[in-house]
């Protein structure tokens, strides 16, 4: 494995947790910066947000801002977060329903699940980085249990250059009987996204295959897709060569940065199966070439071989 992409003293990485409301991840000594914070209480989000735990605000090292949490357009867009829009009858995403028979975005009253967080099992310091990992129940839109999940994030900082790599693994067990989860009917979103927000907004994005801007990346297949904020900072989203579906499809707009792991078509995951996904999540001072952003993707993959959530 290619240590070197990593710095072995991490003494200087802090991760917070408070059991009620969720944990920050500082970097520095006495003038420490945010680097991001994980909300995992979901009150007093509305029901029809589909309320789950979430990261925001998501800072570079050097303190710029690059999320969005609950935008007048999407209040349901909030920061860096896992959205489901079909999980069997209910809504893990938020905010209307795409129906296909009226072609248009639709209210449904009373059709919204929620991520519900039910605690920290394990918090870690580790020889390059800090570590945490939780467990959550899927509440239905009656309030059921229908899915338990385990994620697992850990905090690296890079060496070569001045940033971050977030490791996130998802593990997803239904609780009783198989589960179906689906994209939207329209845009077929689904899966891990980041909401860019001012000064981040009008990202510039470019891949691993060498394509450039968001609607050429969109729909698209990679195995990293980077977006690079028009006053400087660069993030970068991984798929892991392991997860279903790999390279995973894109979904990219100049305010957007996520994973389309249902694109093409939905997903049944059978009452005796678990679903594993893992991302990592670059987050950089500087803009970083396509070779550099390369390296540290080969990095994560050898990185992430090596954990997963409990």
């Known amino acids: 494995m290619p240590r070197d992409a990593f710095k072995r003293n991490l003494s200087h990485l802090r991760l917070e947790v408070n059991e009620g409301k969720g944990f920050e991840v500082f970097t520095g000594g006495t003038g420490r910066q945010l680097l991001g914070r994980y909300n995992a209480a979901t009150d007093p989000v509305p029901e029809d947000e ?14 710029g801002l690059i999320s969005e949490y609950r935008p007048e357009d999407h209040t349901w867009h909030t920061g860096l977060y896992f959205g489901w829009v079909h999980v069997n009858d209910s809504n893990f995403w938020g905010g209307s329903w795409y129906l296909p028979e009226q072609g248009k975005y639709v209210p449904v009253p009373g059709s919204h699940g929620i991520q519900r967080h039910d605690g920290f099992t394990e918090v870690s310091d580790l020889a390059s980085g800090v570590a945490v990992d939780e467990c959550l129940t899927w509440l239905d839109r009656n309030g059921r249990p229908v899915i338990r999940e ?8 890079t060496a070569s250059v001045s940033g971050c790599l977030w490791l996130i693994d998802s593990v997803i067990t239904p609780v009783e009987g198989a ?5 939207s009917r329209a845009a077929r979103y689904s899966g891990l996204i980041l909401r860019m927000g001012p000064p981040f907004a009008d990202a510039h994005h470019t891949s691993a295959s060498g394509r450039s801007g968001h609607e050429a990346i969109m729909r698209t297949r990679d195995r990293w897709v980077a977006a690079a904020g028009a006053r400087g900072g660069m993030v970068a989203m991984m798929d892991h060569p392991r997860n279903l579906r790999h390279p995973v499809h894109w979904f990219t707009r100049r305010n957007l940065l996520g994973t389309g792991p249902l ?3 939905d997903l049944t995951i059978s009452a005796s199966d678990s679903l594993h996904l893992r991302y990592g999540f670059l987050v950089l001072d500087e803009v970083a070439g396509a070779a550099e952003i390369e390296d540290l993707y080969l990095s994560y993959v050898s990185a992430s071989e090596e954990r997963s959530p409990a």
């Open 179 to 183: 589960v179906t989860l689906g994209a």
């Open 150 to 157: 385990a994620r697992r994030f850990n905090f690296l900082e």
């Open 50 to 63: 589909s309320p789950k735990p979430c990261f925001h605000p998501v800072y570079t090292p050097s303190g």
């Open 263 to 265: 694109m093409e078509e």
